[in-house]
């Protein structure tokens, strides 16, 4: 089951639930409801999220350097994260890995967001989404839907128009995969290459 899809059922359930973010280079979570803690300072880099502050790790062991860790030009260290975010209402809102972004009609889409606009459908119990090559686009977006029980099947025009509505044209899939449940990887994440092979295959 999706972050997002556990988020509404708790809230709906009238469980008060706080986002945290961050990482070991961090501490640990630095970044509750999009508000940084007391010493923690927040930059994007055309979306990249950078974390600064008290809690940052000084490197990694062992290496003397590492592009990861930046100092700009007041003399402040960062930590270029590999994930995407924005401003929303004065907080930050994480959209999801770079490493998982498709560029599509070059255009940015980020999996996260399309799949959180998938799962406002009542058909969609869980979803996936990717990027397979595509001679036209350079890559095409590609949704993996588990449909909730007893659920048909949404056309593709549907799909389209509801996440065109929700993220923007650019970030409409381009083709639809109806899965039993959704590939993870050992850690419990989704296995997107999992999903992109089933694409390619048809």
Known sequence: MSVWRSRAGAAAAGVRVVTTYGASET??????????????RIRLDQERI???????????????????????EEG????????AGRWRD??????????D????????????AVEAALLTLPEVADAVV?????????????????LAPGAAPP???????????AVGPYAAPRQLLVLD??????????DRAAVARRAVAG
Request: charged share 20%.
């Open 155 to 165: 056309s593709l025009e549907r799909v389209r128009r509801h996440v065109s509505t």
């Open 50 to 72: 950078l974390l600064g502050g008290c809690t940052l790790a000084r490197g990694y062991r062992g290496v003397d350097a590492d592009e990861s860790f930046v100092v700009d």
């Open 130 to 146: 990717t990027g397979v090559p595509d001679p036209q686009w350079g890559q095409r977006v590609v949704a993996a839907l588990v």
């Open 101 to 112: 972004a498709v560029l599509s009609g070059g255009a940015t889409v980020l999996p996260a």
């Open 181 to 190: 449940a959704v590939p993870l990887l050992g850690v419990g994440k989704p």
């Open 76 to 83: 402040t260290r960062w930590w270029r994260t590999a994930d």
């Open 90 to 99: 004065g907080r930050l809102e994480v959209l999801g890995r770079v490493d």
């Open 27 to 40: 501490s640990g979570g630095c970044v509750y409801d999009g508000l940084p803690l007391d010493g923690v």
